[in-house]
């Protein structure tokens, strides 16, 4: 089977009738940034697939705004923590918590390669986009950027970025639990149970106060400033801003958010280090981390060239870009998870906006390097920038779309 089959041959056996899950086992559920990159691998072969896919990610929106980060729409043993742990309070059976906020990007892509139906899709979307956009700038912006309450939130879950403000963390009042990951997955290539320990302290903590965004912004230890959220949220407003227009709805409330997250951009520049970084608001520390997310400010449409050199430096280092985090830290390690490997979707926003700002040999290179590893190694969930070799899950729905929707 050619490659291009391969990748359909995976989306259609991770489909579930409706959405798609990661990859069996590992991950049996409706991942929000997952489902909306299978829409765009759908959108290769068959649109109305991409746009249901999203369609019934959004029947899990809670009444304040907030798109869960996993929809757990039939309950699966194979994975840990589930819906009784979470208690989440949405129409389906959830997690209390959102994932980074692309979906307004991808509808505007569906919108403009679906001539026939795209406009209804989208507009019936649209207000649903609006109140999640609306849910994130009330409760989770600090001085324009975009806070989160969980690692998990930002789908980069054991980056460096979360080692200080876990250090100031001590779970207590957890129950035993018994973790399902490394029953799919080796160790080593997973989180340690020290942040373990942590995630679920703060679910627990989530779950006590019924996932009150008011009670929890002033309980929780973990309030988090991020450039995943931060950059993809100001870049889904500019999508959302355009489909404002082409509907003949108003701009006036985008405008504001874009303009705060713009400015909200800024305050996650770290001087020191000369990158954007998250920020410990209840520290007041920046985490001292360049990661793959510091270089979405493209995609953002911010920050001019500034990045360029440290995207140059690590292109020196290491085969494949763009590890998770810098291979020259003594904190990366690059076959676990979040603290070193590539990861083929990161690699595809972050090379939208390098073609954007004219960067087309960067982007260029960094696109050969992903399409390099895939097809050498098969649909892994993230790969090892040593040496391009697999990592994690197998049969993985988002590496798949990548591939059809971009990299081959
Ligand atoms: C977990 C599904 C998700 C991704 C995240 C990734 C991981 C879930 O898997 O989180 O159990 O650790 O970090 O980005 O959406 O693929």
Not at 17 to 38: C, E, H, K, M
Not at 246 to 273: C, H, M, S, V, Y
Not at 360 to 382: L, P, S
């Amino acid at each position: 089977m050619d490659l291009d089959a391969q990748a359909r041959a995976i989306l259609a056996n991770n489909d579930r009738g409706g959405y798609t899950v990661p990859t069996g086992g590992l991950y049996p559920y409706q991942w929000n940034w997952d489902s909306v990159f299978a829409a765009f691998g759908f959108a290769e072969h068959d649109i109305p697939r991409a746009w249901q896919e999203l369609e019934t990610l959004f029947k899990g929106q809670w009444p304040n705004g907030m798109v869960p980060h996993i929809l757990f729409h039939k309950v699966d043993p194979s994975y840990f923590p589930g819906p009784d742990v979470w208690g989440g309070v949405g129409p389906v059976p959830s997690s209390g918590i959102s994932q980074p906020p692309i979906a307004a990007t991808f509808v505007r892509i569906l919108l403009e390669a679906d001539q026939k139906n795209g406009q209804a899709h989208a507009r019936a979307l649209f207000p649903k986009l609006m109140d999640w956009h609306r849910w994130f700038y009330n409760w989770r912006t600090e001085n324009g950027a975009i806070v989160v309450t969980h690692p998990w939130e930002t789908g980069r879950d054991n980056s460096p970025d979360w080692d200080g403000p876990f250090a100031a963390i001590t779970p207590q009042g957890i129950d035993e639990y018994d973790r399902r990951d490394t029953h799919h997955v080796v160790d080593e290539e997973r989180p340690r149970k020290y942040d373990y320990d942590r995630y679920l302290y703060l679910v627990k903590l989530g779950r006590e106060c019924h996932w009150d965004e008011a009670k929890l912004r002033e309980i929780t230890p973990f309030r988090v400033a991020d450039p995943t959220m931060t950059f993809t949220l100001l870049r889904a407003n500019r999508d959302l801003r355009v489909m404002a227009q082409a509907f003949g709805e108003p701009t006036d409330e985008i405008d504001t958010w874009i303009a705060a997250q713009e400015a909200g951009a800024e305050t996650l520049w770290n001087p020191e280090i000369g990158s954007y970084d998250c920020y410990d608001t209840r520290a007041g520390k920046f985490a001292g981390c360049i990661s793959n997310a510091s270089f979405l400010n493209w995609y953002a449409g911010v920050g001019g060239d500034r990045m360029l050199a440290h995207l140059q430096r690590i292109a020196q280092l290491v085969p494949y870009s763009v590890p998770s985090h810098d291979p020259a830290s003594p904190n990366y390690e690059p076959k676990r998870y979040w603290r070193g490997p590539v990861w083929a979707m990161m690699n595809m926003l972050i090379c939208i906006g390098l073609y954007e700002a004219g960067h087309v040999t960067e982007a260029t290179r960094i696109r050969d390097e992903t399409a390099q590893m895939i097809a050498e190694n098969g649909f892994a969930e993230y790969f090892d920038p040593r040496d391009g070799s697999p990592a994690g899950g197998r049969s993985f729905t988002w590496t798949a779309a990548v591939w059809l929707g971009w990299a081959s």
